[in-house]
């Protein structure tokens, strides 16, 4: 199984629409969790990161929540725009037989005109 | 600053081939990595560097092999290409090999890589 789960796999939207990208993670324990876009042909750029002690950290139109309780963090998108057409990756960090940074698929989000 | 650069942008290899993926940034970062991407999985470490003269194994390093005799230069070769190692690989650095929050790592643009 996966230490780090995103879902879903991919997901269309309407320019202008919100939505929701999931991240479940197993690492524990859990150093901090990053957020990348990653643009077709690119490689990923961090959008946030947050460690244990913070549950809320935005970017812009970004905002990513963290339950560490629940090991689950979410990207919350704001009015969406063509651009935000990409691929996201959820990344934690932890101890899993040393410490490791550990990466999900990814989320391919498609935004429409 | 051009930040990490790789090269080449595209190659395809015949099965027994061998090459080398360049990669090199401008930020003087000690901690250097190379990662393959396949559909449907997360990128995955191949090997790593913690500095000039400094190299370990990540999670699939098998076929690969690393050096890195300066602080800018990390390139990765493959010994005698297989089709399993069609993938897209990205190089990154960042400024320390712990991991401190504040100490992101910047990706280059990828090569892809198809072997036949």
């Known amino acids: 199984k996966n230490q780090v789960e995103q879902s879903p796999q991919s997901l269309i939207i309407l320019e202008g629409k919100n939505c929701t990208l999931q991240c479940n993670y197993t690492v524990s324990p859990f150093s901090n969790l990053r957020w990348y876009k990653q643009d077709t042909g690119r490689g990923p750029v961090s959008l946030t990161i947050m460690t244990f002690s913070e549950n809320t950290k935005s970017n812009g139109r970004y905002t990513a929540t963290l339950d560490a309780d629940t090991k689950q963090s979410s990207l919350h998108i704001t009015a969406s725009q063509l651009s935000d057409s990409a691929s996201y990756i959820c990344v934690v960090r932890g101890f899993t037989g040393g410490f490791k940074t550990i990466f999900g698929a990814g989320t391919r989000l498609f935004v429409k005109a | 600053n051009a930040g990490v650069t790789q090269t080449p942008k595209f190659q395809v290899l015949k099965t027994g081939q061998s090459m080398t993926l360049q990669c090199a940034q401008d930020m003087n970062h000690e901690y250097m990595s190379w990662y393959r991407q396949d559909p449907g999985m997360g990128l995955r470490l191949i090997h790593y560097s913690v500095g000039a003269g400094i190299t370990d194994q990540g999670e699939v390093p098998n076929g690969y092999n690393v050096s890195r005799s300066t602080t800018e230069d990390f390139p990765l070769r493959l010994l005698s290409a297989a089709p399993s190692q069609t993938s897209v690989y990205f190089c990154?650095?960042?400024?320390?090999?712990?991991?401190?929050?504040?100490?992101?790592?910047?990706f280059g643009p990828g090569t892809r890589l198809t072997v036949l």
């Open positions: 990154a650095s960042k400024h320390g090999s712990g991991g401190a929050p504040a100490d992101t790592q910047y």
